[in-house]
């Protein structure tokens, strides 16, 4: 294959070396002032949390609207 080989090979490099590079994730939604507040309430809150300061949430009760509907008779 010589050359071909190794040309049909570089693509297939190329690809991995980009999948696995470290990036910097960027949130858009906000500048990095705001980020950073909001990184300060989000941390104060799980340590309230966590230390037993604040209640943890309850979990939503209500069942999924996409769930299929419970079937009377189950051995249908």
């Given at each position: 294959m010589g050359w071909a080989g190794f040309l049909a090979v570089i693509p297939w490099?190329?690809?991995?070396?980009?999948?696995?590079?470290?990036?910097?994730v960027v949130d858009i939604r906000r500048f990095?002032?705001?980020?950073a507040e909001a990184?300060?309430?989000?941390?104060?809150h799980l340590k309230k949390v966590a230390y037993g300061k604040v209640d943890a949430p309850e979990p939503d009760e209500t069942p999924p609207t996409d769930a299929?509907?419970?079937?009377?008779?189950p051995e249908i």
């Open positions: 490099i190329n690809a991995f070396i980009w999948t696995f590079k470290p990036i910097d990095p002032d705001e980020e990184f300060k309430r989000d941390i104060a299929p509907a419970p079937r009377d008779n």
